[in-house]
C-alpha cells in the first residue's frame, strides 16, 4: 500500500510554456503533500508543503508565482511551473503522507523536466 | 534543524552485510531520526525510523546510541539492489510539522 503516482515522468518544453505535474496518492487519503526539486548530483530541495483544501506553503527562495501548487483533494496535488526557463530544468518529486501515519512520506517516481 | 553528517560514499561486498553510520550530535530531544534511501533516477523510499529504542523492519536494522548523537543503519545482507543514496534525516516531533530536509546521504554502491 501507500502507493503515489506521478506524471508525466519526463516532459521536454520550449522556454516561455508552462508544466503541469500531478501527483496522485493512490491507495490512501493523503493529508499532506510536499514537492520538491533535485538538480543534478545534488539533494533534494523542499519547495513547498500543501494541504488539501488550502494554500501550499513554499520554502524561501521558492517564487509561488512561478510554482504553481493546488492541493484540490486529498488523493491529487498538481505543480505548475509558470513560463518554464532553462533554469528550471530539474527532476521534481513530490510526496505525500497519510492520516495515519504523518511522519512517513511517500514519494512519487519523479518528473524530469527540461526546458529548451 | 538539526543537522546530519554522513560519509560522502561507502562500498560492500554482495550478500555482505553494510552499516551506514550517521552522527547527529545536535539532536534535540523531540527528533525522530529517520532513514530514506534513492535509487538511481527514481524518488526516495522510506527505510525506517526510530526515536530512541533500536528498530527493526524487513528493510533494515536502526541501531541508535544510547546519547542519541549518532545512528546506524544496517542492512543484513546487501544486494545490488540496495545500491542507492541513503539519507539520515531528524524530523522535529515536537512541532507536528512532517518536514523532510535532505542532505547529501552516503552514496552506497554494492560490488557483485
Known amino acids: 500500500g501507500a502507493v503515489v503516482s506521478q506524471h508525466p515522468s519526463r516532459v521536454i518544453c520550449k522556454s516561455g510554456t508552462s508544466v503541469k505535474i500531478e501527483c496522485r496518492s493512490l491507495?490512501?487519503?493523503?493529508?499532506?503533500m510536499f514537492w520538491y526539486r533535485q538538480f543534478p548530483k545534488q539533494s533534494l530541495m523542499l519547495m513547498a508543503t500543501?494541504?488539501?483544501?488550502?494554500?501550499?506553503?513554499?520554502e524561501q527562495g521558492v517564487e509561488k508565482d512561478k510554482f504553481l501548487i493546488n492541493h484540490a483533494s486529498l488523493t491529487l496535488s498538481t505543480l505548475t511551473v509558470t513560463s518554464a526557463h532553462p533554469e528550471d530544468s530539474s527532476f521534481y518529486i513530490c510526496?505525500?503522507?497519510?492520516?495515519?501515519?504523518?511522519?512517513?512520506?511517500?514519494f512519487g517516481a519523479g518528473t524530469r523536466l527540461s526546458v529548451l | 534543524d538539526a543537522k546530519t553528517t554522513q560519509p560522502n560514499s561507502m562500498e560492500s561486498n554482495e550478500e555482505e552485510p553494510v552499516h551506514l553510520p550517521c552522527n547527529h550530535s545536535?539532536?534535540?530531544?523531540?527528533?525522530?531520526i529517520h532513514w530514506y534511501r534513492q535509487l538511481p533516477s527514481q524518488g526516495p523510499e522510506y527505510v525506517i525510523h526510530?526515536?530512541?529504542s533500536n528498530v527493526n523492519n524487513r528493510m533494515a536494522s536502526l541501531a541508535i546510541a544510547e546519547d542519541r548523537k549518532s545512528s546506524t543503519l544496517i542492512l543484513h545482507r546487501a544486494t545490488l539492489r540496495d545500491a542507492a543514496v541513503y539519507y539520515c534525516?531528524?524530523?522535529?516531533?515536537?512541532?507536528?510539522?512532517?518536514?523532510?530536509?535532505f542532505g547529501t546521504g552516503t552514496r552506497l554502491t554494492v560490488i557483485p
Open positions: 526510530g526515536l530512541t
Open positions: 545536535t539532536i534535540s530531544g523531540t527528533d525522530y
Open positions: 510526496s505525500a503522507s497519510r492520516q495515519l501515519a504523518k511522519n512517513i512520506q511517500y
Open positions: 534525516i531528524l524530523r522535529d516531533g515536537g512541532t507536528g510539522a512532517n518536514n523532510l530536509f
Open positions: 491507495d490512501f487519503q493523503a493529508t499532506t
Open positions: 500543501s494541504n488539501e483544501g488550502s494554500k501550499a506553503t513554499y
